[in-house]
């Protein structure tokens, strides 16, 4: 810190990521990454943006691949906005629907990343306590000051909410806005899309990283009504005119063009996290019922902390978060088949030591 730092600067409590370790034999398991390649007609489309346009600027607007997303979710393109990660678009959603001196509610446990916007941004919050079975009670989040944030599923936690409880919390909440975080709702049941038009004041926000294979590109959007997207793209204009560049807009658009591959990767996911959640249960693990990429586990005689450190000793690297109250479970992303077949076969070891 120093003299020259604004009182923003100085209230920042940044994030921190998964470890990105670069080591080439590397099981990594702790960013819930997609362990697929993106669709070969994501990088014929990049390489042949590569090879004329890139003395341009990007669309400021976007249109093409936000009525492409927008088609995708029978809306249209008004009702969408892209941002350079959802990272970005959850802190211009902050920035645009959330106020300082009005608390806003989130669970705890959910996605740090939460606290860290609502300081940044001066913006108060109230940390509702999951469920002793880490659920997400609807009536905890009714009637809020200043709006709602709740990742759906749930991270690291992987549990999944139906959507009747998201539309109630939406209801008992009319004056503020509710934000859904899908990132992983493709590898669960229905998105919350399906309500935007009948409340205005739901925005559902999801990512091209996970389901998508698109971590490195930097795509993320919100869906919701017409009025606050607009706010969302007064902010980004108020900010920089080209958050997404030209490789990432072309990229999303090719992956949203082919949805073969895109349901098949998701599938293959979805088959190795059950097939996975039933041989971690045979190794005596406590397994969450997974709705996402990753499975959240526990073991009863073996502390999570000890298990982090002997995987990691054996190249294997998975998410430990110490503090309570999950500082004795594990967050273990879904690879492939062979990864994580590797992973049971060190687990077994490690067990039986
Ligand atoms: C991964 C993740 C994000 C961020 O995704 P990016 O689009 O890569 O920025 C947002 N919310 C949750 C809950 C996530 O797990």
């Not at 806005?177 to 709702?185: L, P, S």
């Not at 399906?194 to 869906?223: C, E, H, M, P, W």
């Not at 990432?248 to 658009?253: D, P, R």
Request: cysteine-free.
């Amino acid at each position: 810190m120093s003299k020259f730092w604004s009182s923003m600067a100085k209230r920042a409590e940044p994030y921190v990521p998964g470890e990105q370790i670069e080591q080439a034999d590397l099981v990594k398991l702790n960013t819930n990454e997609n362990p697929y390649p993106p669709s070969p007609k994501v990088l014929k489309a990049i390489e042949e943006e590569l090879a004329g346009s890139l003395h341009l600027y990007p669309s400021p607007t976007a249109d093409k691949l936000r009525s492409t997303i927008g088609s995708y979710y029978n809306m249209t393109a008004d009702e969408v906005f892209v941002g350079n990660g959802s990272d970005e678009v959850l802190a211009f959603s902050f920035m645009a629907f959330f106020e300082p001196g009005k608390v806003i509610r989130f669970p705890y446990v959910t996605y740090s990343f939460y606290p860290v916007y609502a300081k940044l941004f001066d913006i108060p919050y109230e940390e509702v306590n999951l469920e002793e079975d880490f659920s997400i009670q609807a009536e905890d989040y009714f009637d809020s000051e200043g709006g709602i944030i709740i990742p759906n599923p749930n991270a690291p936690t992987s549990l999944y909410v139906g959507l009747d409880h998201i539309e109630e919390i939406v209801k008992n909440n009319p004056n503020q806005v509710v934000i859904i975080d899908e990132a992983y709702v493709d590898f669960a049941e229905q998105s919350a899309a399906s309500l935007i038009r009948k409340y205005d004041n739901l925005l559902v926000v999801q990512t091209t990283s996970k389901s998508r294979a698109l971590a490195g590109l930097r795509v993320g959007f919100a869906l919701g009504n017409a009025s606050l997207i607009d706010a969302l793209i007064r902010m980004k204009d108020s900010f920089n005119s080209y958050t997404v560049d030209r490789l990432a807009l072309v990229g999303a658009q090719a992956s949203f063009e082919d949805e073969a591959y895109f349901k098949e990767i998701t599938a293959r996911i979805v088959s190795t996290r059950e097939t996975v959640s039933k041989k971690m249960k045979q190794l005596e693990f406590t397994v969450l019922p997974s709705k996402a990429n990753f499975v959240f586990v526990s073991h009863p005689r073996v502390a999570a902390e000890v298990l982090y450190t002997e995987l990691k000793k054996e190249n294997i690297v998975v998410r430990f978060f110490d503090k309570e109250p999950i500082n004795n479970f594990l967050r273990i992303t879904i690879g492939t088949d062979t990864q994580m077949e590797e992973l049971l076969l060190t687990l077994e070891k490690i067990l039986a030591k």
